[in-house]
C-alpha cells in the first residue's frame, strides 16, 4: 500500500513537473514559421518578419493544402512584435520548424543585442536555426518566389547545408553565435546573403562573412577573404584556391584542397612580444588549368610555393587589417585571457607578432604528367 | 461400508432417460446391469457382459465369480460405494450389480462421440507435424504418450471439487520437472474452490498469481510442443473436454515463438522472430509515439513532414487523439467482425471493410491518410504475435491516453508502467520475463533468438530458485 502511495505520488509529481513546456496542440491548429527575419525601423524599434506554413481545407476541390503566409509586425521588444504579429493570424505561431534566423545588415549595423534575449531564452523557440545577415531590401526579399522551393526558409537551410558552401564557408547557428559573445572581444564572423538575378529569376547568393563585434558589425569579408579566415580559424574542410600559372602568368590554375588542417601556437615570450603561429598543412590537387603544364616534379615545388607564398600573405595581411581596428578576428584575445590575463589590454594587439606558416602538398596521379 | 442399493441409485437417477437397467436372471440370482446408453458401446455390452452372464452355468454368482470367471472386458473392477456406481454410470461405463449381495462391479465400457484428430487452426505449422489436441483427454494423452517414452513420464489425475467430475490429469517428467513449479499447481488445484464445470480456462486463472491482460499460463493445441515442454521440466495439464493442453511455467518470450520454428532453417526462423520483435514494439510503441509527436512535440519531426501531416489533418475537425481512438475502435469492430464470421466470409468481410472503411474515413474527414496508415501498421504488426494480442491492445490503449494528456513524458511514464508490469508478473513462481534479467547463466537457449537444434529441450529449472536470481 505504502509502495502504491509512493508510486502514484511520483507519477503526478512528473506529471507536473514535466509538462510546463507545451501543451496539447493539433498539427493543423497552428501555424508553422520557416524562416525568421529581423530588421530595425528608423526609430530604432524591432520590425519582425515571419514566413509561415498554413495547412487548411480549400473549397477548390474539397481538398486538403497548405499555403505560405508572410507576417510583418514592429513592437517596442521581438517578444511585443511577436504578440503584434498573432493579432492577425489564424492560430498560434510556432516557432520548432525555423531553420533560419535572418538579421538585416541594417539591423546588424544598428547592434543585434537588444533583439537577441528572447531567442536566446524563449522555450518554444529553438537555438539552432543557422543566424545569417542579409544585404537588400528584406521586403522584397520576403516578398519573392524563389523557384528552387516554395518556402524561403527551406531553401534558405538547404542553401548554407550545400556541401559546396559548407566545406569552406561556415554555417553558424544561434547557439554558437551566443557562445562567441561569451568570449573576450566579441567578434563573430557570420554569413551574409543577397539576392540576386533578373525578376522572375531571382536567387539567394552567399555572399561572405559579415563581422559583428559586441553585436555591432564592423566589417565585411568578401569570399576569397572569408576562404582565408575561415582557413585560418580551422573551419575549411575542402575547397578551391586559384593561382596564376607558373608558365604563362595571364593564365590561371585552380587547385582542390583535398585536406586542410591549422593549428595556433601561442608563444608568450614576454608582455611585450605575444608570438601567434598559424601553421596550416594543406593537401591540393591540380583541378584545372588554362594553359599546358608538364606537371613534373620541380613544377609542383614551384606551385606549391606559390599557394603557400599567396595563404600567407592574405593570412598576414587579413590580420593586421583587423588589428589595426582592434578587432580580434582570430581570438587570440581569448587565449591571452585565458594563460596570461595580465598582459590583455587595448593595446595588445600591436605586440603581437602575427606568422602564418603553410605547407602545402600537392597530390598527382601517379600516370598523367601532361596536362597539354 | 454402506451396501450398494438399487433402489437408491433408481431414486438418484430417476429422471435419466438415458440410464438403461438390463435385468438378467440366471440360477435363479437376478443380475442388474446399468448404464447410460447414449455415451456406452450396447453392442460391446452385449458381447462381454450380458451373454456370458445369461450363458454361465456357474451356480455360486458372487462379485469375484462374475468379475474374475465371467465378464470378459478387458477393463473391470469391484464397486465400493454407491457414489462410485454412480459416477461410473456417468461416465459411460456399465455397472453389474447384484441385489442381493448389495455389491456390483464396473466395466469399462464408454464409447463417446468424439472429434477425429485434427490440424489446429491456429498453430499450422508448414513442415511440422499436423495432429492436434482433441476434446477427449484419452486421445490427448495418448497422443502425448506416443511421443514421450518415457518411464518418467507422470500422469497425475487431479481431483477437483467439480459436480460435473472432469477428469484433469498432470504430465511432468519426473527427473526434469521443476519441483517449485510442481509443488505450487499442486497447492493451488487442491485448494481449487468448488465450480459447476472444470475448463481449461477456470484452471488457467486459477494458476494465475496476478490480474494482467497478458497470458501467465501457457497452452498449445499441439502433442509434439507439449513433449517439448514437458522435455524442459515444465508440466502439462490436461482438462477433459478441451482441446488445449496447459503448460506451465509460462515466459513473456514465449510469446515469439511460432510452432514452425522447430522445423524450418534457424537462420530463417532468427529473421523472422527479429520481424515479430519489431512488430511488437511497433504495435505497443508507435502510435503513442506517433500522437506525442503529432501533438507536442513538432520539433522532432522532419519540416517536411510535418507540412505533410498538417495537410493530412487540415480537414479533420476532430483533435488527434479523437481519431487515433476512433481509428482503432473501427479496426476493432473490423477484427472482431472477422474473427467470428465463418472463415471464408470473415476474410471477405475484414479485406472489403478495411479498405472502405480506411478510404471513406479518410474522404468524409473523420480520419487523416497518415493516422489510417499508422493505425494500419500497428494493427497488422499486432497479428504477428497472436498470443499477446490482448496485452498489446489494453497496453496500446494506455500509453495512447498518457501521450495525449502529457506528451512524450507521458510516453515515458507508460513505457515505464508497462515494462514494470511485465517484470512484476510471475508464472508458477518463475518471473515471467525469465531469463531475461537473471544475473547467473541459464540453461534456456531459446531467448529472443533460437539457440542451436542440439542445445534445446534441455531441462531449463535444475536450480530451482537459484535461476531467477
Known sequence: ?372 | MAPISLARIQKILQDNEDITYRKIVNNEETIIIIFAGNISDAHYISEVIIKPLVETKEKKLDVETIQNSIITASNTGILQKEEEAILHILQGNAVVLVPSLSSGIFCEVKQYKKRAVETPPAEAVLKGPREGFTEDISDNISMLTKRVKDSRLKLEKVHLEDTCNTLVMMAYLEDRVCKKTLAYIQEKLQNMPPVFVITAAKIEELLEEKPTAFDTIGYTEKPDIAAARLGEGRVAIFVDGTPIVLTAPYFFLENFQSPDDYYLNRYTVNALRLLRWIGFFISVFVLPLYLALITYHFSLIPTVFVFRLAVSRAGVPFPAILEVLLMMFFFQILREAGVRLPQSVGQSISIVGALILGDTAINSGLASSITVLVVALVSISSFLLPKVYGGIWLWSDIMILFSAFLGLPGFYISFILFWSHLSSLRSCGYPYLFPLGTLKSYRYRDVIFKGEEMDMYKPIFHRGEEDEK
Open chain 1, 1 to 372: 500500500m505504502k509502495n502504491k502511495f509512493i508510486s502514484i505520488s511520483l507519477l503526478l509529481i512528473l506529471i507536473f513537473a514535466l509538462t510546463g513546456c507545451f501543451s496539447y496542440q493539433d498539427i493543423n491548429k497552428v501555424l508553422f514559421v520557416t524562416l525568421v527575419t529581423v530588421d530595425v525601423t528608423d526609430t530604432g524599434e524591432p520590425m519582425m518578419r515571419v514566413e509561415a506554413f498554413h495547412a487548411y481545407r480549400s473549397k477548390k476541390g474539397q481538398g486538403e493544402t497548405g499555403n505560405r503566409l508572410v507576417f510583418e509586425s514592429t513592437g517596442e521588444t521581438i517578444f511585443d512584435a511577436i504578440r503584434n504579429m498573432n493579432q492577425s493570424a489564424i492560430y498560434k505561431m510556432d516557432y520548432t520548424q525555423n531553420k533560419v534566423l535572418v538579421f538585416t545588415e541594417k539591423a546588424a549595423e544598428y547592434g543585434i543585442h537588444k533583439f537577441l534575449d528572447i531567442f536566446m531564452r524563449d522555450q518554444e523557440i529553438l537555438l539552432y536555426p543557422s543566424i545569417v545577415i542579409y544585404r537588400g531590401d528584406i521586403h522584397e526579399f520576403l516578398h519573392t518566389s524563389f523557384k528552387q522551393e516554395d518556402f524561403t526558409g527551406t531553401y534558405l537551410n538547404h542553401l548554407l547545408k550545400n556541401k559546396v558552401i559548407a566545406t569552406h564557408l561556415k554555417r553558424n547557428q544561434l547557439n554558437q553565435y551566443l557562445n562567441y559573445r561569451e568570449i573576450e572581444d566579441q567578434v563573430a564572423a557570420i554569413t551574409m546573403i543577397t539576392m540576386e538575378g533578373e525578376p522572375g529569376e531571382e536567387k539567394i547568393v552567399v555572399q561572405g562573412s559579415c563581422i559583428l563585434k559586441e553585436d555591432k558589425k564592423v566589417g565585411t569579408l568578401e569570399d576569397e577573404k572569408a576562404k582565408i579566415f575561415n582557413l585560418l580559424n580551422n573551419q575549411f574542410k575542402n575547397g578551391l584556391f586559384t593561382i596564376s600559372h607558373p608558365n604563362k602568368k595571364e593564365e590561371h590554375i585552380t587547385l582542390q584542397v583535398l585536406k586542410a588542417k591549422t593549428k595556433t601556437n601561442v608563444h608568450f615570450e614576454s608582455e611585450e612580444s605575444i608570438s601567434v603561429e598559424k601553421n596550416v598543412h594543406l593537401r591540393i590537387s591540380l583541378g584545372e588549368t588554362q594553359a599546358s603544364l608538364e606537371l613534373d616534379q620541380k613544377m609542383i615545388e614551384t606551385i606549391q610555393k606559390e599557394l603557400e607564398k599567396s595563404i600567407k600573405k592574405q593570412g598576414e595581411d587579413l590580420f593586421h587589417q583587423y588589428a589595426e581596428k582592434k578587432i580580434d578576428l582570430f581570438q587570440i584575445g581569448e587565449a591571452i585571457c585565458r594563460k596570461k590575463p595580465s598582459w590583455y589590454d587595448e593595446d595588445v594587439f600591436s605586440r603581437i607578432h602575427f606568422v602564418v606558416n603553410v605547407k602545402v602538398d600537392m597530390t598527382t596521379s601517379s600516370q598523367t604528367r601532361g596536362y597539354r
